[in-house]
């Protein structure tokens, strides 16, 4: 993920691991407030969905937009996931 982002590759610069009030986000571009989580096998238990729901609903009151990626996505079809990010950069 971090080489489709790193560079100002989709024009705008991302951070790996940036620090969001009380959360440290997997990539976020503070330009145009937009956070990408990537999310392991971890994240599929009923317990870790209602974190990351909060955790999202905390970036989104704060003015982030929350992109949230399977992580099996972004070894399988990359190209789908940049899609999905071109489409918010440019809807």
């Known amino acids: 993920m971090w080489s489709l982002l790193r560079d100002r590759r989709l024009r705008y610069k991302f951070r790996r691991e940036h620090p969001i009030g ?4 997997d990539f976020a571009c ?3 407030h937009l956070v990408i989580e990537v999310d392991g096998p971890s994240h599929r ?31 399988q079809s ?12 440019e809807p």
């Open 45 to 75: 238990t009923e317990e870790q969905r209602a974190f990351d729901k909060m955790r999202t609903d905390y970036l989104e009151q704060h003015g982030w937009r929350v992109l949230r990626v399977p992580n099996d996505h972004v070894y």
């Open 30 to 32: 503070p330009t145009i």
């Open 78 to 89: 990359l190209g789908d996931v940049e899609a999905a990010i071109w489409a918010i950069l």
């Open 22 to 25: 009380k959360f440290v986000v």
